[in-house]
């Protein structure tokens, strides 16, 4: 065993004392209240009272230890749906000398984790690496993750574990007759030394995964990375919006990589990431990478809203079901302000009622309905920039250049020349 193993125990086990520590003193509590109790009082009430000082003590311990902790949302296989994927996971396994997770399920988010189940621990993969990550690189990935087995199986360590989940409950949601304060500060004990066990197991799995794919283990980190970035950001701009309206847009995942293959060709950041594409992806050991990409992106919305959306949305009714509505109420919303005034003007847009409003938001929203109500730019989605312009000849229309100028300097010279500019363009 090494050095970060034995820390781990060492942790586990203080853990428990405390937990052990606390019941104690809860234990000596009732029996001190039980001996006053037959002490002071006639023996008949005295023992009437013995009893329900007994269920009172015993109660909370029982349903403390039937608290249950809520499982991860995730994506578990069709029969067979994640036939080669497993077999790439029984691959680093038998690497690394530890047993196979007794199942595989994937999540939205961008993670991986062993999630204890009574049958066993179960791997979980955000379905985002998938996407992007090549097939040695979520092994790489996965190695420090799966190498934590041993942990997951060891006994002690798992009911530590299970200790600090349902306290963490029990401090969130009360747990009466139990006062806060003691619930809080026994919280926080054990959280200390659970942090300091998990790292440990943590720095022992590094360790030991370092036979896996030592080659594409580091560059897969800084991938994850990336993939986290584009995530959020994808979800932040495009998805969420959507959420709001009541639609749950399919192939997120698929739109990541559209996102992440936009960066590779103009950004300076994503230099050399777009030859990554001609590497197999880690989602054709999938049977089916469609519909679990479409089973993932109806889960998202629970998991980072919590929320289930029914109404599933292809990214072709995107525009016209999500982005034009709401900056149609934006602008017809826009504040009262002579600049925006001024700017429907300009681009002879039909009357709207407008009452308050942010003013950057309510004229960015002005400028962007009136410029399509002129036919002189349409609607399109950019994976990594949300929802823009498009000019004629297909170009970006620089949006947020025309607004900073009309609200720094009031300059509608810059909108008169693109205007001018647009209208000699032909499709």
């Known amino acids: 065993m090494t050095a970060a193993s034995t820390s781990a125990v060492r942790q586990a086990r203080a853990i428990t004392r405390i937990c052990r520590l606390a019941v104690g003193c809860w234990i000596a509590a009732a029996g001190a209240a039980s001996a006053a109790a037959l002490a002071v009082l006639p023996l008949p009430i005295g023992l009437t009272v013995t009893v329900l000082i007994a269920a009172l003590c015993v109660w909370?311990?029982?349903?403390?230890?039937?608290?249950?902790?809520p499982l991860s949302p995730t994506v578990a296989p069709t029969e067979g749906g994640y036939g080669e994927l497993m077999l790439a996971v029984r691959q680093v396994t038998a690497a690394l000398g530890v047993s196979e997770p007794v199942g595989l399920e994937l999540s939205p988010d961008c993670d991986a984790w062993l999630e204890p189940r009574p049958e066993g621990p179960v791997l979980v993969i955000g379905a985002p690496f998938l996407w992007w990550l090549r097939v040695s690189?979520?092994?790489?990935?996965?190695?420090?993750?799966?190498?934590?087995?041993d942990a997951a199986h060891d006994t002690l360590i798992g009911r530590a574990r299970k200790l600090v989940r349902r306290l963490d409950i029990a401090e969130v949601h009360g747990f009466p007759p139990w006062p806060r304060t003691v619930i809080v500060a026994v919280a926080e004990a054990c959280r200390i030394r659970a942090e300091a066990m998990e790292r440990a197991i943590g720095a022992a799995a590094a360790e030991r995964a370092r036979i896996v794919e030592p080659a594409s283990r580091v560059y897969a980190h800084e991938q994850a990375g990336l993939v986290a970035v584009g995530w959020d950001r994808l979800l932040t701009r495009l998805a969420m919006p959507a959420w709001r309206r009541g639609q749950a847009p399919e192939t997120l995942n698929a739109a990541l990589v559209a996102a992440l293959t936009e960066l590779g060709q103009r950004d300076r950041v994503g230099v050399g990431l777009a030859d990554r594409l001609t590497e197999r992806p880690a989602c054709d050991l999938?049977?089916?990478?469609?519909?679990v990409d479409r089973a993932v992106s109806a889960l998202a919305p629970l998991v980072y809203e919590g929320q289930r959306i029914d109404q599933q949305l292809p990214w072709s009714?995107?525009?016209?079901?999500?982005?034009?509505?709401?900056?149609?109420?934006e602008a017809a919303d826009a504040p009262d302000h002579p600049l925006i005034a001024k700017v429907r003007a300009l681009l002879e847009a039909d009357a709207r009622p407008h009452g308050s409003g942010e003013l950057a938001a309510g004229l960015r929203?002005?400028?962007?309905?009136?410029?399509?109500?002129?036919?002189?730019?349409c609607w399109d989605v950019d994976w990594l920039d949300g929802v823009i312009l498009r000019d004629r000849a297909g170009h970006v229309v620089p949006v947020d250049e025309l607004v900073?100028?009309?609200?720094?300097?009031?300059?509608?010279?810059?909108?008169?020349?693109?205007?001018?500019?647009?209208?000699?363009?032909?499709?």
């Open 317 to 329: 009714r995107y525009v016209a079901t999500v982005a034009e509505p709401a900056l149609r109420a």
């Open 404 to 427: 900073h100028g009309l609200l720094d300097n009031a300059d509608f010279a810059a909108l008169r020349d693109w205007i001018a500019h647009a209208g000699g363009l032909r499709a």
């Open 286 to 291: 999938l049977d089916e990478p469609g519909d």
């Open 365 to 377: 929203a002005v400028v962007q309905c009136g410029l399509v109500d002129l036919r002189l730019a």
């Open 60 to 69: 909370p311990l029982l349903r403390f230890h039937r608290i249950v902790p």
């Open 137 to 149: 690189e979520l092994r790489g990935l996965l190695a420090p993750v799966l190498a934590g087995m």
